[in-house]
C-alpha cells in the first residue's frame, strides 16, 4: 500500500499554474504525526511538481498510514511514478 493518494483534477480556467494541497485525516494519528506527514509531503511536491506535475490542474496528496515510516526514497520514486502515470 502507498504511503499517499494523489488525486489530480484539471482546473478548466487558462492558468498554468500547477497547485496542489495536503490532507492527513486523525486515523493517521495525533497532530505531531500528522503534521510530520504534511512536512513530507510538502518536501515531495517541491522537488517533484515543477518537473512531472501537469499544467493547469490541482493535485492533492492524501496522506496514509505507511507513509510515515517509509523511507523517503521510496516515498519519492511512487510519487514520480504517479504524476508520470497521471499525465499519461
Known amino acids: 500500500?502507498?504511503?499517499?493518494v494523489l488525486l489530480v483534477r484539471p482546473r478548466g480556467d487558462d492558468r498554468d499554474v500547477k497547485r496542489v494541497?495536503?490532507?492527513?485525516?486523525?486515523?493517521?494519528?495525533?497532530?505531531?504525526?500528522?503534521?510530520?506527514?504534511?512536512?513530507?509531503?510538502r518536501?515531495?511536491?517541491?522537488?517533484?511538481?515543477?518537473?512531472y506535475g501537469i499544467s493547469g490542474a490541482d493535485h492533492v496528496l492524501i496522506g496514509r498510514g505507511g507513509g510515515i515510516e517509509r523511507d523517503f526514497g521510496q516515498l519519492r520514486a511512487e510519487l514520480a511514478k504517479a504524476l508520470r502515470k497521471a499525465s499519461a
Do not use: C, S
Request: glycine letters at 12%; a positive charge.
Open 1 to 4: 500500500m502507498p504511503g499517499f
Open 43 to 51: 518536501a515531495l511536491a517541491a522537488e517533484l511538481l515543477p518537473a
Open 21 to 41: 494541497g495536503y490532507t492527513v485525516t486523525k486515523k493517521i494519528g495525533g497532530a505531531v504525526v500528522r503534521n510530520r506527514m504534511k512536512r513530507r509531503l
